[in-house]
């Protein structure tokens, strides 16, 4: 089976201003590369519509008006100090939860074995009522809603390699039995959380923070860690919250992983897959602000993607 290639093209209408690092660019450049390459094994495909009162079960109804009405008719609006929409931002952010809604779609279809949503803005930071950190609605966490509501998944786990701590997602998820949350993140760093101590209500958090500075060796060392977790776990169906800004060259971060760490984590991650979730696995872009390294990096992330089997 091939692997899925989730993307749209309203993310370009996103406009986050002159300057900042959430940019058009971001998605253009994957997007673009895997054109280039013309992999057969992918299947590209579009977001579909959904059924919008699937955001109200992860945020709050309050919030979600909030960010409907927020939308201007021209311009730009703030909805936190870093976190900016334009008109072309309603269909965006619609967009980028209905990818992730469509790929886990067709892997439990079986139209592919698993995919990649490459789509704008990003989610991790968002909260069950409050925009974060360049998010807007946590896409994963929607994703997880989604297995848990419309499947009946009793244990889904969320992967979060991006540099910084999904603090929305670990928020949303704080007291669900039925989502493992597991995180590898710079600490301390942008968004202050993701310390060890935060363990969820049924110790489903599980926080592996770093310094600054950390390698390849010393990070693929604590991803064990992660990995031991997701045995306990036992997950029947993975996502990725998949931001590449651990990257050495990211201007965001710290941390100095190299392009190949990416297909490394991804690999070991499939692996276990396979034996506890069937092999069922849905990732969505998060972070990556080096656009060589984000082009480079999803590339071979999708690589052991589409190598599994």
Not at 9 to 22: A, I, L, M, R, W
Not at 80 to 86: E, Q
Not at 94 to 112: L, M, N, P, R
Not at 269 to 279: D, P, R, V
Request: hydrophobic content about 35%; proline content about 4%; aromatic content about 12%.
């Amino acid at each position: 089976m091939k692997t899925g290639l989730i993307t749209t093209d309203t993310y370009q209408n996103h406009d986050t201003g002159n300057g900042h690092p959430e940019k058009i660019d971001r998605v253009s450049v994957v997007i673009d590369n895997f054109k280039k390459l013309n992999n057969q094994n992918l299947i590209w495909e579009k977001p579909k519509k959904f059924d919008l009162n699937l955001l109200k079960s992860t945020h709050t109804s309050d919030y979600i008006d909030f960010v409907g009405n927020s939308f201007p008719s021209k311009g730009l609006e703030f909805l936190d100090g870093d976190t900016i929409v334009s008109p072309g931002s309603k269909d965006a952010t619609i967009d980028a939860v209905g990818s992730i809604i469509t790929a886990i779609d067709g892997v439990i279809e079986k139209k592919y074995k698993n995919a990649f949503c490459s789509v704008r803005p990003p989610g991790h930071h968002a909260e069950k009522d409050k925009a974060m950190g360049f998010c807007i609605y946590n896409n994963v966490a929607v994703g997880a809603t989604y297995l848990i509501e419309k499947f009946n998944f009793k244990r889904v786990a969320i992967i979060d390699f991006d540099v910084h701590h999904g603090n929305g997602t670990q928020d949303i998820f704080y007291d669900n039995e039925k989502v493992l949350y597991i995180s590898t993140h710079q600490f301390p760093y942008y968004p202050g959380s993701g310390s060890e101590s935060e363990k969820g209500k049924f110790n489903n958090v599980f926080n592996l923070p770093l310094e600054a500075g950390t390698n390849s060796e010393q990070y693929l060392n604590a991803y064990d860690y992660a990995l031991n977790k997701l045995k306990e776990f036992k997950p029947e169906f993975i996502l990725f919250s998949a931001g590449f800004d651990a990257h050495k060259n990211d201007p965001l971060a710290q941390l100095k992983l190299e392009t190949e760490d990416f297909y490394t984590i991804t690999k070991r991650t499939l692996q276990l897959a396979k034996e506890y979730s069937n092999g069922q696995v849905v990732s969505i872009l998060e972070g990556g602000y080096d656009l060589n390294a984000l082009r480079d990096c999803t590339k071979r992330h999708v690589d052991a993607l589409i190598e599994f089997n």
